[in-house]
């Protein structure tokens, strides 16, 4: 089932500013290398986190699930001046080729890569974290989800990927760990009383939420 009419996301697509031409040979790369080359946020998509990265002004972004590296470049394009990345990956095939991504391009200094389980690297963050992005394992979104939280920032946001699973969330005969998992996290958030969150239909689903003031806590003082 597709979330979007294909036109309508291609007319989309084509309103929407071009590429830059270093996220154009990452895709190329990826379409060409890996048969799961689809995993990859893509041009639309893409361009959405770009954007919401200029709106937020983060000083540190925490990617979950790095895959070749196209996300974590569309969002460096916007930091602001001293932003940084951390992007998890715990697939060391998808990981080298990020790490030749980022070798690619300046924006590559402002990345850091930081290869094994997330959940891992999510404890060793001090924060405040300003924005996170969850494109990794579906059966692990709750505990991104509940590790993170805590550490973002009062203005922070979350962004999770997927929360519409090409449709399968509406098949109640799926009941694939996937699937079931998706459909778990995207109750358990909107019943959060801690967060605001909005579902929006862009690709396979992009889910944006934010903390409400005095709700959360945030974990340490000082960055990491």
């Not at 992005?133 to 509940?146: G, P, R, T, V």
Request: glycine fraction near 8%; charged fraction near 25%.
């Amino acid at each position: 089932m597709d979330i979007a009419d294909a036109a309508i996301e291609r007319y989309a697509t084509e309103h929407s500013s071009p590429e830059p031409e270093h996220l154009s040979e990452v895709a190329a790369a990826t379409r060409a290398d890996h048969d799961d080359h689809q995993m990859m946020v893509g041009r639309l998509e893409g361009a959405l986190l770009a954007m919401t990265v200029h709106a937020v002004s983060p000083a540190l972004v925490l990617e979950i699930g790095t895959f070749t590296g196209y996300s974590a470049l569309a969002m460096a394009e916007a930091l602001p001046a001293g932003g940084r990345i951390i992007t998890c990956e715990a697939d060391p095939e998808h990981a080298r080729h990020a790490r030749q991504s980022f070798s690619g391009t300046r924006l590559g200094e402002r990345i850091e890569l930081r290869e094994g389980p997330a959940i891992d690297t999510i404890a060793s963050i001090r924060g405040p974290i300003d924005l996170v992005f969850i494109d990794a394992d579906k059966e692990s979104y709750l505990d991104y989800y509940e590790a993170t939280l805590p550490k973002l920032s009062p203005r922070g946001l979350i962004v999770a990927d997927n929360t519409l699973w090409s449709g399968r969330v509406l098949d109640d005969d799926d009941t694939s760990t996937s699937t079931v998992a998706i459909r778990r996290f995207n109750d358990y958030v909107a019943r959060d009383p801690r967060v605001r969150c909005v579902q929006l239909t862009v690709r396979d689903g992009v889910t944006l939420i934010r903390p409400i003031a005095g709700r959360t806590t945030m974990d340490g003082g000082g960055r990491s």
